[in-house]
């Protein structure tokens, strides 16, 4: 077991990144007193030519980015160990990689990956995260110049689940980086899918849905550095929100630096509440410090699912459960849609359809 | 042929004074085929009337029955009226975010038809049915009411009714708020449908505009919460006239 850090010090809530979170809940992993087990809990289901995957010391791969979040920033100092997973030049994968989760114990546990792709390659990358697990998490990814990776992190933990993650990627010119996150399960999940670039022409799009019921808080804090010329953004997050205590954090910080002229960037925040006594936050956030750009617009929506709506639905004949089920599958089709994938779209409206017949919504 | 039948109907609602009475008795009766509109002055019930119908949970049926083909209608969830054959075209047709027109329409079309309907024939359906409305084709994509004009409602009101083929169809006000040619696009949809089917229908208007394109077979003249005069046609070239003054100062 790894020593304590000695100059850390835990978030208190007070924090502007940490005041949304319940920080009672946080299972240990931001406590200076608890130490975390280093897990390797990343392996490849589906192994195919031009990726693998090598388990290597962290002494020898330090963090590629810089890090401002103290559960990053602490589960780096307990990790032994990470995995790296490299996609190499040239290689346009046909199949997308399958990652999934072991070892994972239900104790305080630090897990990191290092994702790289090689110059021109395309790779789609699908993590599924299942079971039962408190963990501190972070993937780092470097897309190579030309690159393209599509990046797929599915939270469809149990209900006990802690996860607090970090997911960075620094695109390289020319190359793009395509997120999508999906997280439905976990009784506390908070999520950072951060971006900076290396290099102008390249581009980010951050796509996400959350589903909160009964007492989940599920935070998902954006944020994208604009730190060179001529670089995109799009970031597409929708949230629907059901049952008692329901709770979701949805933060988009977007950084237009001063030299970072040509910028095109564009947030949208969709939460849809179906239930009373749910509470959806959302502060889109830009930061401009040039005006030569594109393009920068943010915008946030929270709307309802009222009687009036369930009134109408209901009198063209649709029945109050299958309104609900369309309301929120309609709602979330355009994100999950984007997966290209049957059996996790398939998948993931089974939970959700799940879900809401559990809060009765 | 088919039958609707108020008897007697008597509504309230509540509100912060306590439960107020909006409809006093309302005798009615619709036959397939037959198209009977009611008139009055705002505020006199006819939306209520509507709503009741249809099964609106915020009104509070206090006495009467209506009963289409002598069942029992007011016992019927919402979701069950429509499936018995009712249709409301909606004063205030509502949005609801998320949902498609596209989703909704064929996820209305399969509990109503009790079965999906063959993608390749509903397509072209609701296509046909969108052209001869004058709508957008990208009108499907967009979210139900959403941003919709209030003619872009209406629209959408009288495509739900080609597509749903209801027995018996309440247009509530649907001629407010259009324009001529939208009035004639929509009428001429009315018409169509009525054209293709039995459909029996009960116009709500406050204006006699809509009647020169839809033709009634029996006015009726509401006003404080019941009808106080009925006749053919020639009833409406008297309110055109005279107003509703007459019945309102009672
Ligand atoms: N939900 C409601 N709550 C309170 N009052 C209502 C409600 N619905 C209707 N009313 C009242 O009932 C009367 C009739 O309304 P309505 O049926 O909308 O009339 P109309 O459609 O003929 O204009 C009005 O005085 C209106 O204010
Ligand atoms: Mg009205």
Redesign the pocket.
């Known amino acids: 077991m790894s020593t304590l850090t000695t100059n850390y010090l835990a978030p208190t809530g007070r924090e502007e990144a940490w005041r949304f979170t319940p920080l009672a809940r946080v299972g240990g992993l931001l406590d200076s007193t608890v130490p975390l087990e280093s897990v390797n809990s990343i392996s490849i289901s589906n192994p195919q030519n031009g990726v693998k995957l090598t388990v290597k010391s962290a002494a020898d791969c330090p963090a590629i980015s810089s890090s401002e979040d103290l559960a990053s920033i602490r589960g780096r100092e307990f990790i032994r160990e990470i995995s790296h997973i490299e996609v190499s030049n040239n290689v346009q994968l046909e199949l997308p990689v399958l990652l999934k989760r072991s070892s994972l114990t239900g104790k305080p546990q630090a897990s990191r990956t290092l994702i790289s792709c090689g110059v021109n390659s395309h790779a789609t990358i699908i993590l599924q995260n299942t079971g039962e697990a408190i963990l501190s998490d972070e993937f780092e990814f470097e897309v190579a110049q030309g690159a393209t990776l599509t990046f797929v992190s599915l939270q469809e933990w149990g209900n006990k689940t802690v996860h607090l993650g970090r997911q960075h990627a620094i695109i390289a010119k020319d190359a793009t980086f395509n997120s999508i996150v999906v997280t439905v399960g976990g009784s506390l999940v908070r999520l950072l899918p951060t971006v900076e670039y290396s290099g102008p022409g390249s581009s980010a799009d951050l796509q996400g849905l959350y589903f909160a019921t009964d007492g989940q808080h599920l935070e998902h804090r954006l944020h994208v550095d604009h730190n060179v010329p001529n670089a995109k953004s799009r970031v597409n997050y929708k949230g629907a929100l059901a049952g008692d205590k329901a709770h979701t954090v949805w933060i988009g910080d977007v950084y237009i630096r001063s030299n970072a002229e040509g910028t095109d960037t564009y947030e949208l925040n969709r939460n849809l509440l179906l239930s009373d006594g749910a509470r959806a936050d959302s502060v889109p956030n830009l930061e401009i410090e040039t005006g030569e750009i594109v393009g920068a617009g943010h915008a946030s929506t929270t709307g309802r699912f009222d009687d009036e709506q369930l009134f109408y639905l209901s009198s063209r004949g649709i029945p109050a459960e299958i309104a609900r089920r369309l309301v929120v599958r309609g709602f979330f089709a355009e994100i999950v849609g984007k997966i290209k994938n049957e059996e996790i779209e398939n998948r993931l409206m089974d939970r959700i359809d799940a879900e809401l017949a559990k809060v009765g919504a | 042929m088919s039958t609707l039948d108020i008897k007697g109907l008597q509504v309230s609602?509540?509100?912060e004074a306590g439960f107020?009475e909006?409809l006093r008795g309302v005798d009615l009766t619709i036959k397939s085929g037959e198209t009977h509109a009611i008139m009055?002055?705002?505020?006199?019930?006819?939306?209520?009337?509507?709503?009741s119908i249809a099964g609106h949970p915020?009104?509070t049926i206090t006495g009467g029955s209506v009963t289409l083909d002598g069942v029992d209608v007011l016992a019927m969830s919402v979701d069950e009226r429509a499936k018995a054959g009712l249709f409301l075209a909606m004063?205030y047709p509502v949005e609801v975010p998320g949902v498609s027109v596209t989703n909704f329409l064929r996820t209305a079309a399969t509990a109503i038809r009790g079965e999906a309907p063959k993608l390749r024939t509903w397509v072209g359906e609701v296509k046909e049915a969108m052209k001869s409305l004058n709508m957008d084709p990208n009108f499907a994509e967009r979210n139900v009411n959403e941003g919709f004009s209030g003619g872009e409602k209406k629209r959408h009101e009288i495509l739900q009714l080609e597509l749903l083929k209801p027995k018996f169809a309440i247009l509530?006000?649907t001629d407010s708020g259009l324009d001529v040619d939208a009035l004639r696009i929509v009428s001429e949809g009315v018409n169509r449908v009525k054209g293709n089917s039995d459909l029996g229908i009960m116009l709500?208007t406050?204006y006699t505009r809509i009647l020169r394109y839809i033709r009634p077979d029996f006015v009726h003249v509401?006003a404080a919460?019941k009808i106080v005069e009925e006749g053919g046609p020639e009833l409406a070239d008297k309110l055109e006239e005279k107003g509703y003054a007459e019945y309102t100062t009672a």
């Open positions: 609602v509540a509100t107020t909006i009055g002055p705002n505020g006199s019930g006819k939306s209520t009337l509507a709503y915020k009104y004063q509530d006000e709500i406050h509401f919460g």
